[in-house]
């Protein structure tokens, strides 16, 4: 027998195949709008452009051949990884997250 639930491809979360596309829309339209900030320029950009940004981001840490040591901002299982901590969180909490993680941060740096 079939699982009854699926994933989401882009957060994660199971949903019921029927409501699956209806859940994507909305999943696709919210991570659109999700902003996080580089970890090395600290400059703020929409979580579709993070990536591309982290690749090219003249401060941040390079290997010999010249690509970003920076690990992808998604996990293979859907998840998010916080910037700040390297945990992974599920796209409904990773701005709370990121939020109070960046606090912490720069509250006790190390």
Known sequence: M???AVPCNLCGQMFFP???KFHQ???AEK??????EC???RMELLQAEFEAHIRKCKMAPV???G???CLLLRLPDGRIRCQFCDRGFDAKRIDEHTAICKKL???RPR
């Open 18 to 20: 029927a409501s699956l």
């Open 2 to 4: 079939p699982p009854r």
């Open 105 to 107: 941060k720069r509250a």
């Open 25 to 27: 829309k909305a999943c």
């Open 39 to 41: 970890p090395h320029c």
């Open 63 to 65: 290997m010999e051949d």
């Open 31 to 36: 991570q659109e709008k999700a902003v996080l």
């Open 67 to 69: 690509t970003s040591t």
